[in-house]
């Protein structure tokens, strides 16, 4: 069993920055990656982006690339999503979620490609 825990979201205003971290926690666990996730009222869950834990590679949907930046600490176990020009349509739950063993990687852009999810933590963007 894992357990995630995110931290800092928050209200920020549009075009401003915030960063997201999320812990992972358990008895004698080994990841094979972790994603972030974003669920706006009415809408679907969201990929965000991906980070394989072995190699920091990286996997971002189109609509952060290039403003959102994910990063993981293999030491502390935890994984952090830095997210710039941020825009009100920003605005969702975001979650993250481990995936424990191998599984190609075009899974990790689906809900199902993991195996624990975080609680969710409010990022709000006014405009």
């Known amino acids: 069993q894992v357990q995630l825990v995110e931290s800092w979201g928050g209200l920020v205003q549009a075009g401003g920055s915030l960063s997201l971290s999320c812990a992972a926690s358990g008895r004698s666990f080994s990841l094979y990656a972790m994603g972030w996730f974003r669920q706006a009222p009415g809408k679907e869950r969201e990929f965000i982006a991906a980070?394989?834990?072995?190699?920091?590679?990286?996997y971002y949907s189109d609509s952060v690339k290039g403003r959102f930046t994910i990063s993981r600490d293999n030491t502390e176990n935890t994984m952090s999503l830095q997210m710039n020009s941020l825009k009100p349509e920003d605005t969702a739950v975001y979650y993250c979620?481990?995936?424990?063993?191998?599984?190609?990687?075009?899974?990790?852009?689906?809900?199902?490609?993991?195996?624990?999810w975080g609680q969710g933590t409010q990022v709000t963007v006014s405009s």
């Open positions: 980070i394989r834990w072995s190699d920091g590679n990286t």
């Open positions: 979620a481990t995936r424990m063993s191998w599984t190609p990687w075009g899974t990790l852009r689906t809900s199902s490609g993991y195996n624990y």
